[in-house]
DNA sequence: TTGATGTTTGACCATATGGTCAGTCTCAGG
DNA sequence: CCTGAGACTGACCATATGGTCAAACATCAA
């Protein structure tokens, strides 16, 4: 009786663990935590349910480790803000890769949104603690930009939370997206181009007003 | 034997039906559909789970009570939008029905994102049908204020997922965003006055140039 | 080849859950 | 006060599902 889940890993147990995290995401992803069933995932993976127990201590283990491995991924691009850069520029930038993870990595934002949607019972700590104090350090900034009149001032958290809700919109939401537009569409490529105008017009300060809105 | 949901309901028959249709979002809206089980429902309705099966056939009919109730009401707001109105107005004033709604149907609003996040495996017609239409009617009649330069010219179908997008992210993600906010803020309050000067700048002709972004 | 370590599985278990049913209770109308 | 249609329930069933385990199988260094 070996504990797989040590430092000894050998080829074998890093392949499996990762082919059965990859099958978890699709199944997660699709059928949220409760709707999703080791079988599933099992045949997924190609692997018998007691197989993939043998590399994981149970169903929620697979998923803690999944969401785990998510909160880094997904505030990597707000990390990236850089308050040195050219405001604007900066939080287009910020805009152009999210779109591209929202495309990218579209069963990765699911499983986020069903974690939330829940009321986020696996990831209130990370929320309350890493997140919050990561938006708080950009918000300051885009903040800073916004008194000192680079950009327009608008509330920074607010504008934080609108570039995560029209960006993860186009993968949470990519079947009503496609149904509603009908075939023959990039989704992603004409949200870039529409999110791009929005946030220039939004936040490009208006020349010879400072905030009369 | 009486088939309850016929026409002949009785006041207890429908004050039931009602209480179980009120317990059956609570639990759905925040487990999702397998997520719920009918003892939560019927707990929560403060029935025993065969009297909930006494007035609805199954688990799924109760689900599918509320997603076909939910649809009329959700396209309400859009249905409102007046081609014969002031174009700016019409639109804001949408956006300012789809905050209310968050903030006053926020269980509707997961209900609903439940669904489509599972691939809306139950609403697919719904939205192929109704909903697009309705989009695509509304789409052109915004498409024609943007051509006539009464707004600035978006993609319309992009300016309406954005509205949904940014409204029902607040009721959906809730927990998130008062987890950032922190505490002494109301969220809906301030995303109605960010989202009123986003969709202004996005939709206010610049004065001397038609469209140069 | 052999033994030890690591990997895999068929069979099984306990529990949860959607759903059924026979029968009991309630109460409005006669 | 009766009575029967309507409302309700305890007990039960079949299945699904997360998880266990002893035993079989594979792999590889000695």
New interface residues.
């Given amino acids: 009786m070996s504990e797989p889940n040590t430092r000894t890993s050998s080829r074998i147990q890093r392949q499996n663990r990762e082919v059965i995290l990859e099958a978890a995401l699709d199944v997660f992803s ?6 999703a069933t080791l079988d599933q995932i099992a045949s997924a993976a190609g692997l018998s349910k007691p197989n993939v127990l043998y590399y994981f201590a149970s169903k929620e283990a697979i998923h803690l480790e999944l969401l785990s491995g998510l909160m880094d991924s997904w505030l990597a691009p707000l990390r990236a803000l850089d308050p040195a850069g050219e405001p604007l520029d900066e939080i287009l930038d910020y805009v152009r890769r999210k779109i591209e993870m929202s495309r990218d990595y579209p069963r990765e934002s ?1 499983l986020f ?2 974690e ?5 019972p696996r990831m ?1 700590e990370a ?2 603690g890493e ?2 104090s990561l ?2 350090e950009k918000a300051a900034v885009i903040g800073g930009w916004g008194a000192e009149g680079r950009i ?1 001032a ?2 920074p ?3 934080i ?2 570039i ?3 960006t ?3 993968a ?2 990519d ?3 496609r ?4 075939p023959g569409h990039d989704p992603f490529a ?2 870039g ?3 791009e ?2 946030f ?3 936040l490009t300060p208006a020349v010879g007003q400072t905030s009369d ?1």
Same sequence: chains 1, 2.
Avoid: C, M, P
């Fill in positions: 699709a059928q949220g935590f409760r709707g699911r949104a069903n939330i949607l829940q009321g986020a209130a929320i309350e997140l919050k938006v708080d327009s608008v509330d958290h607010h504008l939370f609108s995560w809700a029209l993860q919109h186009y949470d939401f079947v009503q997206v149904a509603v537009l009908g004409e949200a181009r529409f999110l105008v929005l220039t017009r939004l809105i």
